[in-house]
């Protein structure tokens, strides 16, 4: 509370100080929020600790566990808020309002708007890669150990339905070994590779772009990912050049919950029948006489009426993290994560399972006790110390995943290493 009063002070919320019972309103009841000016003024100057008053969160534990569910700021929040009662006051549905949302998205992770589908969540993006692709029974899907639910069990459906094999490799925890090891995974059979672009279990970052380049060479579809690296690190997919990239809005977004974004790259589209049909699906649609054509562009698969409020709440959240540069946002995170690393380093019954070499590190880190049951140490933790962390099962990993966000701090950081050592 004293650093926000400190931010009050300093006169950076649009010149109106006085705070209401709501958290979000001003005296008045007009909207207390911070400009983009400012936002990206104050990400300048590393003001960490200003931007972490921007967001709602007041309790008293520290989160750290961005990689589940990203806090939204206030101005995400607020955006929602206004949109709902201008769209009850309109009596209107708010359509309009994907396309302005959408255009941000591309704009984003440089991509075309005829790529981008505004999904629900990142699994909801899955299963429509999993479902329009063609596939037949004995085809093979790659993918690794450490995917999560929500990126793996839309593929083992189509095992148990139309009998497609999936197969599951190992990674390098290094990082270094990645790409051979993929490469040596495939065989005449392999017809998609999906894999995380950032793994949800040790944060490490996979060679996106040339896992994509050697499907390619092989004519394999390539299927990303991207729940835990949109908004963490930088994602240009005219560079990575994916078939598919799947992620979240409400993660490292920091978006309104139940957002997520699905690419379709334009060259396959063609090649892909829509998984869901509705309004928005067809370019020709005649009931009468029977007949229906699917348009050739990702938005097809937004059927029917949705929340457009929270896709309002999305753009806002593009706006926010643009306001401050993914890159700056990636570099604090791993100014933290690095801080807990070196600490983490100095405990000898502590093994650190994410990868160290800048190129595949990002602001997830991932460690275990050696020998140690960690799903108790995690629910220890959390209980008696006021962390917000995750156990990760995931790839039978066993182990202890932190996420550094914008709104973290070393003293989060501190607290956490205050409880590990006690342990
Ligand atoms: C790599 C990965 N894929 C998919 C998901 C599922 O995300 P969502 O809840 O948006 O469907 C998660 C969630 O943690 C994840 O980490």
């Not at 869901?276 to 229906?292: E, H, I, K, R």
Request: hydrophobic share 40%.
């Amino acid at each position: 509370m004293g650093n926000r009063r400190e931010f009050l002070k300093k006169g950076f919320i649009g010149g109106l100080g006085i705070v209401a019972l709501n958290p979000l309103l001003a005296k008045g009841g007009k909207v207390r929020t911070i400009s983009y000016r400012e936002l990206n003024k104050l990400s300048m100057n590393n003001d960490w600790e200003s931007i972490r008053t921007e967001f709602l969160y007041e309790q008293e534990n520290s989160y750290l566990n961005t990689a589940s569910l990203g806090l939204s700021p206030k101005l995400v929040v607020q955006t929602i808020n206004e949109s709902i009662v201008d769209l009850e006051k309109k009596g209107r549905d708010g359509r309009w309002l994907f396309k302005d949302c959408r255009a941000k998205l591309a704009k984003l992770v440089n991509a075309s708007e005829e790529e981008i589908a505004i999904t629900r969540n990142a699994t909801e993006g899955m299963n429509i890669v999993a479902r329009s692709l063609k596939l037949k029974e004995g085809d093979e899907i790659l993918l690794s150990k450490h995917e999560h639910i929500g990126g793996s069990a839309p593929w083992l459906a189509l095992q148990k339905e139309i009998g497609v094999k999936i197969k599951v490799i190992d990674l390098d925890l290094s990082g270094l070994k990645n790409l051979q090891l993929i490469k040596d995974a495939v065989s005449e059979k392999t017809k998609v590779i999906s894999l995380s672009h950032l793994l949800c279990t040790t944060g490490m970052v996979l060679p996106a772009k040339e896992i994509a380049a050697f499907c390619r060479e092989k004519k394999i579809y390539s299927c990303l990912d991207g729940a835990q690296a949109l908004g963490c690190i930088p994602t240009d997919l005219k560079e990575i050049n994916p078939d598919f990239y799947i992620a979240s809005g409400h993660k490292w977004l920091f978006g309104p919950k139940g957002t997520g974004m699905l690419y379709i790259n334009s060259s396959v589209i063609d090649e892909c029948k829509p998984t869901f049909v509705g309004a928005y699906t067809d370019s020709d649609f005649d009931l009468l006489n029977q007949q229906m054509e699917y348009r050739t562009v990702a938005e097809r698969e937004e059927y029917g009426t949705r929340n457009a409020s929270i896709v309002k709440g999305m753009e806002a959240s593009i706006d926010f993290i643009q306001a401050i540069g993914i890159e700056k946002i990636k570099k604090r995170g791993m100014e933290l994560s690095n801080y807990l690393r070196e600490a983490l380093n100095e405990i000898n019954s502590i093994e650190i399972l994410s990868p160290s070499a800048e190129e595949y590190a990002s602001p997830i880190l991932t460690f275990r006790f050696k020998g140690s049951p960690n799903a108790e140490i995690v629910s220890l933790l959390r209980s008696n110390n006021n962390l917000v962390i995750r156990h990760i099962y995931e790839g039978g990993l066993d182990a202890i995943r932190i996420s550094n966000a914008i709104y973290n701090s070393e003293k989060d950081l501190d607290r956490l290493i205050n409880a590990v050592k006690s342990i």
